[in-house]
């Protein structure tokens, strides 16, 4: 149980192209789900908390225009990264938050590499 | 201070020995601690949980949570090569969440 799924597992776009990666809690739901980011050998950094039915809230320095999130049900939480460029190509894994309670179930991340 | 603090390694072990991690945090509302498994170009996977002081074990994983000391620590045992990978402890309460930083472990055949 407490499956996160994401997808694409990989992406590769052009400079100024909007990508899209979806993060679903496969087996329960949750009403809030985490998104991060994560350099290679370097620790998660945390983007954004993302609750169900309202608006998510940014860490300092993420730009929420440009990292859309949008938490449409308790299964499922997308972020779109808009007019992507090379910067920001980067890891990006999602989490849900599951029980037992305070516990988070991260998907297996989305590579994105930006041309 | 920060809330969570981990050695980040890296740590290299032959294969076959006792592997101890360990974090420390200074949050005594934290009620819940994890340890998970991340192996490289992966998601983090949940390896442990516990939510009281003492021991859990897991095959062979064991978690020990000292709440007076403020102190975590995973210990794996038998290492096998395939326990290669960075291992991230975490604790929550009141829905706050907090990640160590991660150590490297490689254990050599």
């Known amino acids: 149980g407490a499956v996160v799924s994401q997808h694409p597992s990989w992406v590769i776009c052009k400079s100024g192209t909007s990508v899209k990666i979806e993060c679903r809690s496969l087996?329960?739901?949750?009403?809030?789900m985490f998104w991060y980011r994560q350099f290679p050998k370097q620790s998660l950094m945390l983007m954004a908390t993302?609750?169900?039915?309202?608006?998510?809230?940014?860490e300092q320095g993420v730009e929420k225009d440009k990292f859309l999130i949008n938490h449409a049900s308790l299964t499922l939480s997308t972020l779109t990264v808009t007019s992507a460029h090379p910067e920001d190509s980067s890891f990006y894994i999602c989490s849900a938050v599951g029980g037992p309670p305070d516990t988070q179930y991260f998907g297996p991340g989305t590579r994105l590499t930006v041309l | 201070q920060k809330e969570v603090e981990q050695d980040p390694g890296p740590l290299s072990v032959p294969e076959g020995a006792i592997v101890s991690l360990n974090c420390t945090y200074s949050?005594?509302?934290?009620?819940?601690f994890m340890w998970y498994r991340q192996y490289s170009r992966k998601g983090p996977e949940l390896l442990m949980y516990?939510?009281?002081?003492g021991n859990k074990e897991d095959g062979r994983f064991t978690a020990q949570v000292d709440k007076s000391s403020k102190y975590i620590s995973l210990f794996i045992r038998d290492s096998q090569p395939s326990d290669s990978a960075t291992y991230l402890c975490a604790m929550s309460g009141r829905n706050q969440f907090y990640f160590g930083t991660g150590t490297s472990l490689t254990v050599i055949p």
């Open positions: 516990t939510y009281s002081s």
């Open positions: 949050n005594s509302a934290f009620q819940y």
């Open positions: 087996d329960f739901q949750a009403t809030t």
């Open positions: 993302s609750n169900e039915g309202s608006k998510a809230t940014y």
